[in-house]
């Protein structure tokens, strides 16, 4: 390997938004990030669909008919 060519990696702490932290190894001294799988919806299970329009209903409507077609 060639020398003085690869940057200084520190240990750091990766800080969420929540106060999450995560130890890590970066070239930066310092990580905020305003989301983490801590906080975030989809891995806590909080996570909502939103029914614009009535799409969700109208699928299910024209998926019944499929499924009575099929039997």
Known sequence: MKAKIHPKVYDVEV???C???Y???????KI???ICSACHPFFT????L???AGRVERFR???EKF???DK
């Open 15 to 17: 800080t969420c938004a």
């Open 19 to 21: 106060g999450a932290t």
């Open 23 to 29: 130890p890590t190894r970066s070239t930066r001294k």
């Open 32 to 34: 905020n990030v305003e």
């Open 45 to 48: 299970g909080k996570q909502k």
């Open 50 to 52: 939103i029914d614009t």
């Open 61 to 63: 409507r024209k998926y």
């Open 67 to 69: 499924q009575k077609k």
